[in-house]
């Protein structure tokens, strides 16, 4: 009787430890070459929410991670080093490592059907043509996972899609940027402290 209450008060336990922990990834290249472009946003927002919660990323296996903890919550951010088009195995496995329930994992990516610096936060969806979240939808094997996808607009001539993804930021998109990346830290915060809903209720447009 005190064995089979004592594994139950410890599963539990392990199953409440799981559900106060995040995995929130954000998608880009690694590479000098690709840490001033529209594509890299993913990576700015992580390193913004760190960078507010004095937090250090450290290589690790298929990424650089950063981990803290806030009221209660461990929030663990993720840039994987796999390159753009191979995100999800860095996501499947570190999901699996730290034994992450699937909706406790947040994709950030950028998006060029929203106006510059537009949030837009679901839980389900295509991957819109995004060749990040086409393979994490892979590697998942489900399009149901949460994800934050930042408004690059689409001011690029017809042909020039790809030059204007991985192009730099204009100078006033440079200026703005500094006040939609604490925007979206807030979000994400919102995200793992209040749930999705209310998190897209208060931010989604905004």
């Not at 929030?75 to 390159?83: A, E, I």
Request: aromatic share 10%.
């Amino acid at each position: 009787m005190f064995n089979w209450f004592f594994k139950t008060k410890l599963n539990t336990n392990t199953a409440t430890e799981m559900s106060k922990k995040y995995l929130i990834v954000g998608l880009g290249n690694g590479g000098a070459d690709y840490v001033h472009t529209r594509h890299n946003i993913g990576f700015k927002i992580v390193e913004k929410l760190a960078q507010l919660n004095a937090a250090n990323f450290e290589t690790k296996k298929l990424g650089d991670i950063a981990r803290f903890r806030f009221k209660g919550r461990t929030f663990l951010l993720l840039k994987p080093n796999t390159y753009m088009n191979l995100s999800g195995k860095a996501v499947k496995y570190w999901l699996e490592k730290e034994a992450i329930p699937r909706e406790n994992l947040l994709i950030i990516t950028d998006d060029l059907n929203l106006p510059f610096g537009t949030l837009r936060l679901k839980t389900k969806g295509s991957a819109g043509g995004h060749n990040g979240l086409k393979d994490v939808q892979d590697k998942l094997n489900t399009t149901q996972y949460n994800r934050l996808r930042f408004g690059i607009s689409d001011e690029f001539a017809k042909g020039r899609q790809v030059d204007y993804v991985l192009g730099e930021w204009t100078s006033e998109e440079t200026d703005k940027l500094k006040e939609r990346l604490e925007q979206c830290s807030a979000c994400i915060k919102s995200f793992v402290m209040a749930g999705v809903q209310n998190a897209m209720n208060t931010f989604n447009g905004t």
